[in-house]
Structure formats: structure tokens, C-alpha cells
């Protein structure tokens, strides 16, 4: 990852950007933070590159020909109009899946205001992406451009080592984490709890993900709002697919075997908390009418989308017999995935980030 600041205080990123993890992952050139000073684009000869606003009222506004030319400048370094994020208290405000989505470009042109702001029109020719980093009032974008790179390059390869980084992220599922306990068993005469001591690991997950929901419920009833339960369902061959795309949404997020003949039997009953994700191979066009294990669950207007390994052409088939059944049962079928082939981890990734970026979506409304 190349990240390109450009800013008034170029001192404060590189600060930031040679200690600790973050100067760890530029020695070892998992990234790379260079910044441009705006100032040094001053078309004018003492270097000024703010002025007074039209219209009156307090502060200054930065003139936006340095800002162009600075812009410009990393333009060509990398080769194609690049996405450029503008950090201000009117963008967009950033959360894990806005992280992880930016952690998937090869560059980030990260602007920094300053003073009351920007010309407004170089902001619209160049701009891609507006960011805040929270409902507070900074002086500069300075830091919120430095909380991102903080954030993105987590995701980038090479940044954390395997202790450092965790497989399941506690903000993916909105929930917060779990309480943690190590030696000794009690301290200050407060026993960890027994369950931990029990080895059963089932027993432990379990009691994990009832304490996230408790402490969300309390501390954090905005986020609560927003998670949802994923299960993901294969039919075909499937499952290892469905195995990894249910890890990558979800920390708790259950496996369902539309296969299997017992499940067949079983009703399944799902709530608007939920989501459902199918995941079908070329196995089910086979069966003319609808596979058991599809006409035995239901939904209360549960969001419900599919992830397909058919070739192209068979697409839209497989897609509108999903929709017809699904919509029948009580589901809201909200969107079908392409998978090429299961060998596509990457795709696959892809696609949970989509769905959770779709979810989100869905909660604004
Ligand atoms: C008249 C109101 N202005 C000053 C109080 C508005 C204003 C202009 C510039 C307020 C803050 C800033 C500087 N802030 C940022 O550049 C910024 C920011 C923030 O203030 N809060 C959260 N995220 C961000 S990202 C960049």
C-alpha cells in the first residue's frame, strides 16, 4: 500500500508514520507514507496558499491551485486518477467496512485541510471519497488522515505479525468483544469465570458471544441496531466455499448443510436479525422443482442473497429460481453473487466485504 498525503504539516505524519507498527511495516515495505507540502505548489511568491473567503465571515480558505498542483504531481506518479479521500467534518463517517474496503487499493491520496477548509472546486474535480473520522471538532485533517492509515494498513500484508493480527475482528459483527481474563484465577477475590476453566470449547464460544451481546446491549445499543446473525447454507458442493465466506462475515455465523436428509426433515425459522447466504453449484438446476431443504425454511422478511459457481450462462436461471423460493418463504432476496470457482479466495473476500457493506446499507434505510 502507498499512501500519499498531502497537507500543511507534513512533520506530523512522517512522526507517525516511523513509530511503532506502522514504522515497522514502512522499514519492512509492506507500506509506504510520502508526503507532499502543499506549500511548496504555492503559485505565489511568498508561499501563501490561503485567502480570504468570498462572500465574508471568519477564517481563511486554502486556494485551490497549490492543492491542484500537489495533486497533479502525485497523479503522475502513479499513472491513473488515483481514489483521493478528502478528511473533513462533512465526510462520510469511517467504520471497519470503509477500512477494509480503502485497504484494497494499491494507492490512497489522503488531503488534509486546514484552516476553515478547502476551495470548494478543485474539491469537486479531484475528490472520491469524503471521510470523518467522528462528531468532534479537530483543527486539521492531519490526525484523521493518520487514524486511517492506522486502520487500513492493519489489513495490508506484512503489517501485523500472526500474534498481532486476529483472524475475526470484534467490529465485523457490530458486537464488542468478550470480556478477557489470564493469571491468576482469582484476584482481588474475583474467580475468573468458571466456564473458562472448563476446556468445553462449544460451551465457551457460547458464553463468549452471550457476553458481546450483553455488553453491547449496555454499552453500545446504536451498534446492537446494526448486527445481524449470518448463516451461511451450501447446496452442491459447496462447503468448504461456504466455510470461508461464513468466517469471513462473522465471528459467530453458523453453517447450514442443505444437502443433508436430516436437515431436509427440519424446519428452519429465521428472524429479521438474520441473514441468510446461499451458496449453490450447477447442482441444482438438476432438480426440476425446488430441493427439499429450500421449501423447509422460512423467513420474516430476512435478508437473503446467494453466492453462485455456475457458468455465466446458467446465471440468470439459477438466480431467478433462488428469488422465486426464497421470496415465497418469507425471505427478502436482496442480491446474487458470481463466483467463478471456489479456488478464488480472494473473490471470495470480495463478495463477504460487498455483503456486509450491503447489510449496512440495508440498516440505514
Ligand atoms: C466554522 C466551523 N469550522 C470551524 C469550527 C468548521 C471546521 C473546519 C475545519 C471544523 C473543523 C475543521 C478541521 N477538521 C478537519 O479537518 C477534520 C475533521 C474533524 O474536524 N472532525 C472529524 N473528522 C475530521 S477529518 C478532518
Known amino acids: 500500500m502507498r499512501y500519499h498525503v498531502l497537507t500543511l504539516f507534513p512533520e506530523m505524519i512522517d512522526q507517525a508514520a516511523n513509530t511503532s507498527i506502522l514504522g515497522r511495516a514502512v522499514k519492512n515495505g509492506s507500506i509506504q507514507v510520502e508526503t507532499t507540502n502543499i506549500r511548496d505548489y504555492s503559485a505565489n511568491k511568498h508561499m501563501r496558499v490561503d485567502d480570504y473567503p468570498y462572500g465574508g465571515g471568519a477564517g481563511m480558505v486554502m486556494e485551490a491551485e497549490p492543492v491542484y498542483r500537489a495533486y497533479e504531481a502525485v497523479k503522475e506518479k502513479i499513472g491513473h486518477k488515483p481514489r483521493t479521500i478528502y478528511l473533513t467534518p462533512q465526510g462520510k463517517v469511517l467504520n471497519q467496512t470503509m477500512v477494509e474496503e480503502f485497504a484494497l487499493d494499491e494507492d490512497l491520496v489522503l488531503i488534509c485541510g486546514h484552516y476553515e477548509g478547502i476551495d470548494e472546486r478543485v474539491l469537486e474535480e479531484v475528490v472520491t471519497d469524503y471521510v470523518s473520522i467522528g462528531d468532534y471538532v479537530l483543527t486539521g485533517g492531519e ?189 427478502l432476496y436482496k442480491k446474487t453473487y458470481h463466483l467463478p470457482s471456489l479456488e478464488k479466495v480472494d473473490k471470495l473476500n470480495e463478495i463477504a466485504l460487498d455483503i456486509r457493506r450491503k447489510m449496512e446499507e440495508i440498516h440505514e434505510k
Open 143 to 331: 490526525l484523521g488522515a493518520m487514524v486511517m492509515i492506522d486502520a487500513i494498513s492493519r489489513f495490508v500484508p506484512g503489517v501485523l505479525s500472526n500474534e498481532e493480527s486476529s483472524q475475526f475482528e470484534s467490529l465485523q459483527d457490530n458486537l464488542l468483544e468478550y470480556p478477557h481474563y489470564t493469571r491468576p484465577e482469582v484476584w482481588h477475590e474475583k474467580r475468573v469465570p468458571q466456564v473458562l476453566l472448563s476446556g468445553d470449547h462449544k460451551r465457551i464460544e457460547a458464553w463468549r458471544y452471550e457476553q458481546s451481546v450483553l455488553r453491547t446491549t449496555e454499552r453500545r445499543p446504536d451498534l446492537l441496531r446494526k448486527s445481524y446473525r449470518v448463516h451461511c447454507a451450501f447446496y452442491g458442493g459447496m462447503e468448504s466455499g461456504a466455510g470461508q465466506l461464513n468466517e469471513a462475515l462473522s465471528r459467530y455465523g453458523t453453517l447450514l448443510d442443505f444437502n443433508r436428509k436430516k436437515l431436509r426433515k427440519q424446519r428452519y425459522h429465521f428472524e429479521r436479525q438474520d441473514l441468510l447466504v446461499v451458496m449453490v453449484d450447477e447442482e441444482i438446476l438438476k432438480n426440476p422443482g425446488e430441493p427439499e431443504a429450500f421449501s423447509n425454511v422460512r423467513g420474516k422478511k430476512t435478508p437473503c442473497m446467494a453466492v453462485i459457481t455456475t457458468q455465466e450462462e446458467q446465471l440468470g436461471q439459477v438466480e431467478e429460481k433462488l428469488k422465486a423460493m426464497f421470496d415465497k418463504q418469507g425471505f
